[in-house]
């Protein structure tokens, strides 16, 4: 039986299969972004460190199927538009998770197990010669999910075990609702020709305007404070292990960023999403260090101060005190790792030798994108001025908070 030619010319065209691979793609960047901005809630201290990796690896998977998608000739556009993505009802509702075990179980597994069904499906109906290249950036894609499932799922269990918290039953049931014709939308062509977001993000529970202390942490509401002009290298080492320590600060900064931001070429998705990971791992040279020196750090403690005032900020803003206070940092961190070295301090030389590789991408990253921030949102400052607004923050704002004598006198 011969097959109808209209029916075949589409079946056969590579820019109506690799449709499948678009929507993928731009689903998983969105869900990425939801998952992003839940990390500042994340109370378990395990979940807050390694979430940030899951979500850097999703990305890099995006990534590559997004070559994909430009090789079988589907366009992207300059600029991504969330309001144009497949499953658009389905992601807004995720916003709306009241807890982190609700956005665990609904946002990495049950989303995540549709995913991984949609795309073994599609290798099944697809498995010949002819598009032999799509095949191991999917299968990559579905190994990468179906890891995020596996650690979500002992996530879940953890977080009961630790505070009693489970994914409310209606809720996720609402979103099963929602889902359940998900495989089939990442078939379908998007008809609506959606208008680019030229401001912050606001939907549901998202973003967040406070962040959560970890379970067991010692609030350490001032930060590690001044270190004395006069010093050993055992008060430097230890105070210098606290100040890595709190860049989980700048890691839940990033994961708003990410959330947030207006509607941005995809690349910016994915730097901000490798800063995030990197600053999450800078906080972790902190605990390494402070577990070395008989200490931990929750005994230590975290301040949530930073994350809280730069979310008054709008992105640009956000991005540019991130910024510049990582660019005017560079002389200090420099004479952290002579005098690291100088005292034969494998770990913190380590620590600051990759701290600054790490920033010094990030200060780059800042000079590419806070300028596409300030035109996307019709901002009438220039880059230096931003700039300039920024470091007066943090002067005149910021640093006056983290003052024991300023807060007491009302400043």
Not at 223 to 247: D, I, S, V
Not at 263 to 290: N, T, V
Not at 300 to 314: D, E, I, M, P
Not at 340 to 362: C, F, K, N, P
Request: aromatic fraction near 8%; glycine fraction near 6%; charged fraction near 25%.
């Amino acid at each position: 039986m011969q097959t109808i030619p209209s029916l075949l010319a589409t079946d056969v065209n590579p820019r109506t299969r690799g449709l499948f691979v678009k929507n993928l793609a731009e689903f998983q960047t969105e869900l990425a972004r939801i998952q992003a901005g839940f990390i500042p809630a994340m109370s378990v201290w395990e979940h807050r460190k390694q979430m940030p990796m899951l979500i850097f690896q999703s990305m890099r998977r995006v990534q590559d199927l997004r070559v994909r998608v430009r090789e079988l000739g589907l366009s992207l556009g300059q600029t991504h538009l969330s309001a144009g993505v497949a499953g658009q009802k389905l992601l807004d509702e995720l916003c709306s998770a009241k807890t982190s075990a609700d956005l665990l179980e609904a946002g990495m597994i049950l989303i995540p197990r549709l995913l991984v069904v949609a795309i073994e499906d599609y290798l099944k109906n697809n498995n010949s010669v002819y598009d032999l290249p799509s095949v191991p950036l999917l299968e990559a894609s579905r190994n990468e999910l179906a890891h995020q499932i596996k650690w979500a799922e002992e996530a879940v269990k953890m977080l009961e075990r630790e505070t009693g918290q489970e994914p409310e039953v209606g809720w996720i049931e609402k979103i099963q609702k929602l889902s359940s014709e998900l495989c089939e939308t990442l078939h379908e062509s998007c008809e609506k020709a959606a208008k680019p977001l030229c401001v912050s993000r606001r939907i549901g529970s998202l973003p967040l305007a406070d962040s959560v202390l970890p379970l067991g942490f010692h609030h350490l509401e001032f930060g590690p404070g001044a270190l004395p002009t006069e010093t050993e290298y055992a008060q430097r080492e230890r105070y210098h292990a606290m100040n890595f320590l709190q860049e989980v600060q700048a890691a839940d900064t990033c994961a708003s960023l990410l959330f947030e931001a207006p509607d941005m070429p995809w690349e910016f998705y994915f730097d901000i999403s490798r800063q995030l990971w990197d600053e999450a791992r800078h906080s972790s040279f902190g605990e390494s260090k402070l577990l070395e020196l008989g200490s931990s750090a929750s005994e230590v403690g975290l301040s949530t101060k930073a994350y809280a005032l730069r979310q008054t900020l709008l992105p640009a803003d956000r991005y540019a005190a991130l910024s510049t206070q990582e660019a005017d940092a560079f002389p200090g961190k420099h004479a952290g790792l002579k005098d690291a070295v100088a005292h034969g301090d494998r770990l913190s030389a380590m620590a600051w030798s990759y701290d600054i590789a790490d920033e010094t991408q990030h200060v780059r990253f800042g000079n590419k994108w806070v300028p596409v921030l300030i035109e996307k949102c019709g901002d009438p400052r220039s880059f230096e001025q931003v700039k300039a607004d920024a470091r007066n923050w943090r002067q005149s704002v910021l640093a006056q908070m983290y003052n024991p004598a300023a807060a007491f006198f009302g400043r």
